[in-house]
């Protein structure tokens, strides 16, 4: 505790203020995952070239593979880096899929600014008494909390579930009375992952159930709504994938036009982590076996970063509708 940092020191903002004006401006807030330092300047490029509010978010395995510490001091040097570009975008340094209360706190303690309990797997009451504690802490400290009802299918680090379960409508007012959470994280056909779906030949992308989103919308009026798992599976980058070494067979995602009406809705976030994974396997295999001879990682990681920059430019324009929003 004597090493405590507040998000503040560190110049980033909780996501209150992003939240309250994605809720009625018809957008939604981008939250993209990092674990290296091209995607972090990926991102921040793209959303100060874009004027865009910005979430990036750790999760359980970049903190195992980054370091939290180093984590933390990254997302201060991004803050820094896009002050030095001219550009005032908020940013919110985000934990995704925290586990524990303990993880939670260690954050909100390390300078995170909002953090995610996720006790979705969890009972019922046991969901809400997590959930709690974690408000409880974090709130002392003006650091905002998502939770998360309903059950995602997919694997999304250690975070893992067989099926999927819908969020129940008649639980969420409850649920956010009881535990006092800043956003909600619902489970309506999304899922983690490059897989999302398993199609038959022929068959297309089943649409995402925008009636329980309705639902959830009509019970809690302006409340914050979130949606994980919410990549598209660009097939551009699948296709050169394939076409360089790989094999992805299958991979598919939430097409872009249903996410377009999600963020139109009361759906304020929008987690992106596959897409960006999958940009930049594309370019590195691409430029690798276009150069064999090249053993500079700045080269293929280099192109990379720049396919990335595009990808969340072309999101936050033409998906969420995020750009000029900062
Ligand atoms: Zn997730």
């Not at 750790?58 to 570009?85: C, F, H, I, P």
């Not at 999304?156 to 579930?161: K, L």
């Not at 995602?253 to 929008?270: D, F, N, T, W, Y």
């Amino acid at each position: 505790m004597g090493d405590a940092v507040h998000f503040s020191e560190l110049g980033l903002v909780n996501t209150r203020e992003m939240f309250r004006r994605a809720v009625g401006g018809g957008y939604a807030i981008p939250a993209y995952n990092f674990n290296n330092l091209e995607q972090l300047q990926a991102i921040i490029t793209a959303c100060a070239e874009t004027a865009s509010p910005v979430i990036v978010q750790v999760s359980k395995g970049a903190r195992d593979y980054a370091n939290q510490t180093m984590l933390r001091y990254m997302a201060m040097g991004a803050v820094q880096m896009a002050r030095e570009m001219g550009s005032d975008i908020p940013i919110s340094l985000h934990l995704d899929h925290g586990d524990s209360f303990e993880l939670c706190q260690s954050c909100v303690d390390s300078g995170f600014s909002s953090v995610m309990i996720d006790g979705s797997h969890l009972p019922y009451a046991d969901n809400v008494a997590l959930t709690r504690q974690v408000v409880e802490y974090a709130h002392r400290f003006d650091v905002t909390v998502e939770g998360e009802l309903g059950v995602l299918a997919g694997i999304e680090d250690e975070v893992s579930a067989e099926h999927s379960t819908y969020t129940k409508p008649e639980e969420v007012e409850d649920f956010v009375k009881k535990t006092g959470v800043d956003s909600l994280a619902i489970s309506i056909g999304t899922s983690h992952g490059a897989y999302k779906f398993k199609l038959k030949e022929g068959e297309s992308v089943p649409p995402l159930r925008f009636d329980i989103l309705a639902e959830c919308e009509k019970r809690l009026p302006g409340f914050p709504i979130v949606l994980h798992g919410a990549s598209s599976v660009v097939q551009e980058y699948v296709e050169l994938i394939n076409a360089y070494g790989g094999r992805m067979e299958g991979a598919v995602g939430v097409p872009e036009e249903q996410l377009r009406r999600a963020a139109a809705s009361a759906v304020c976030k929008i987690n992106i982590d596959s897409d960006g994974r999958l940009a930049v396997t594309a370019r590195v295999r691409e430029y690798l076996a276009k150069n064999p001879g090249e053993f500079d990682p700045r080269k293929y990681l280099g192109a990379a970063r720049k396919e990335l920059v595009k990808l969340i430019k072309h999101k936050n324009e033409a998906v969420l509708g995020s750009a000029g929003k900062a």
